[in-house]
């Protein structure tokens, strides 16, 4: 029941008919020998239904996802915690990585410069180069807040998400039923398995430079959110806003070993696909440069596993190479988001 599409080769397409009648192609963009399993459907919706899912997700709806922030919540009190926690080496003062790893706990900020720091923290930015280390009283007078606050507004590029978004629920809507069929037809799932493992459909704007950094859709080991299956869609046409698989290497390169690899092989390799520099256009040495990019395309979908999953529907193993990213946008990016679950364990029925 849980059969996975066969990605044969890739620019293979094989032709797929939806309930409306009309002829769709699902097209192999990698498969396994490349790192893998992605397919791309060009006009999966039409401009109909792009408009009726940007409509679902009206902007109030969309805005009020982001109002709560965790860096909101750095006090004091919660300062000294952050670090004892981020402080490994126990030497009552921060360097440079460990200071990244305070930023991507407290606010997913997962880039910054020195400069930037120096209203903030103007004793360690004194020193030079590799001797910057922040003091332990400096760290807990520092305003962190309003050093978050003052990060977002100047370069919202530095942290790890910059989009707005809403979940959208099937029932309330008639016509996403016929979007889930299309979804069914070309994973090659039965519709009724889609409509009970999807999760409601999360629905995404990206302003003008907005991006989300590399991730995984879900995680390794009894993941709370064990989302076996990434449909997702672009709803408008838009210059940049690529969606980036880190985990593949087009020039049939892939190390055989990286596939099976876990996390000491990837953490170092997610760490480096972070920043917005790892998009295409950026650097041209980027260690990303033959993954896989799709461009954004109106009513086009792209859909890929983050797990294996059993013919029964449990989760089985995590893909690390499933880890994507959106990059910059040039300009609002519209996009949705349909997951599918398996179940988490053995004996648990969907
Ligand atoms: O915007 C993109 O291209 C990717 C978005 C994504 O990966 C997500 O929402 O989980
Ligand atoms: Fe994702």
């Known amino acids: 029941e849980y059969a996975v599409r066969d990605p044969f080769h890739i620019g293979y397409r094989v032709p797929v008919q939806l309930a409306d009648g009309q002829h769709v192609e699902v097209e192999t963009l990698s498969n396994f020998s490349t790192g893998l399993p992605v397919f791309y459907v060009q006009d999966l919706l039409s401009e109909e239904e792009c408009s009726a899912i940007r409509s679902a997700a009206p902007r109030p709806a969309m805005m009020k996802s982001l109002v709560a922030r965790e860096y909101q919540r750095?006090?004091?009190?919660?300062?000294?915690?952050?670090?004892?926690d981020v402080d490994v080496d126990r030497d009552q003062s921060l360097d440079g990585d460990e200071l990244a790893q305070f930023f991507k706990e407290a606010a997913d900020l997962v880039d910054f410069t020195w400069d930037f720091l120096s209203a903030y923290l103007p004793k360690a930015t004194a020193a030079a180069g590799d001797r910057r280390q922040v003091s332990q009283k400096e760290f807990i007078s520092t305003d962190w807040v309003k050093f978050f606050r003052a990060a977002k507004k100047h370069h919202p590029d530095w942290f790890a998400r910059h989009s707005y978004q809403t979940f959208v629920e099937y029932s309330d809507h008639a016509f996403l039923q016929p979007v889930l069929d299309k979804v069914a037809a070309v994973t090659g799932l039965s519709k009724s398995l889609v409509r009970?493992?999807?999760?409601?459909?999360?629905?995404?704007?990206y302003p003008e430079g907005g991006h989300y950094?590399?991730?995984?859709?879900?995680?390794?080991?009894?993941?709370?959110?064990?989302?076996?299956?990434?449909?997702?869609?672009?709803?408008?046409?838009?210059?940049?806003g690529?969606?980036?698989f880190f985990g593949t290497d087009l020039n049939g390169t892939y190390p055989e070993d990286?596939?099976?690899?876990?996390?000491?092989?990837?953490?170092?390799?997610?760490?480096?696909?972070?920043?917005?520099?790892?998009?295409?256009?950026?650097?041209?040495?980027?260690?990303?440069?033959s993954s896989l990019v799709v461009k954004p395309?109106?009513?086009?979908?792209?859909?890929?596993?983050?797990?294996?999953?059993?013919?029964?529907?449990?989760?089985?193993?995590?893909?690390?190479?499933?880890?994507?990213?959106?990059?910059?946008?040039?300009?609002?990016?519209?996009?949705?988001?349909?997951?599918?679950?398996?179940?988490?364990?053995?004996?648990?029925?969907?």
């Open 74 to 84: 750095v006090t004091k009190k919660r300062a000294a915690r952050h670090f004892r």
């Open 196 to 205: 009970r493992t999807a999760e409601s459909m999360q629905v995404l704007l």
């Open 213 to 240: 950094s590399c991730h995984h859709d879900t995680a390794p080991d009894n993941p709370d959110f064990p989302r076996f299956l990434t449909l997702f869609f672009f709803l408008n046409d838009v210059d940049g």
């Open 242 to 244: 690529e969606t980036v």
């Open 258 to 289: 990286r596939f099976a690899a876990g996390e000491d092989v990837w953490g170092p390799i997610e760490s480096k696909c972070q920043s917005v520099r790892s998009c295409p256009g950026f650097d041209g040495s980027s260690p990303f440069a």
């Open 297 to 350: 395309r109106a009513g086009s979908a792209v859909f890929w596993y983050n797990m294996a999953v059993t013919n029964e529907g449990h989760v089985g193993r995590f893909y690390w190479s499933s880890i994507h990213g959106g990059c910059p946008s040039k300009g609002e990016k519209w996009a949705a988001n349909i997951w599918l679950h398996a179940a988490h364990r053995a004996g648990q029925e969907l």
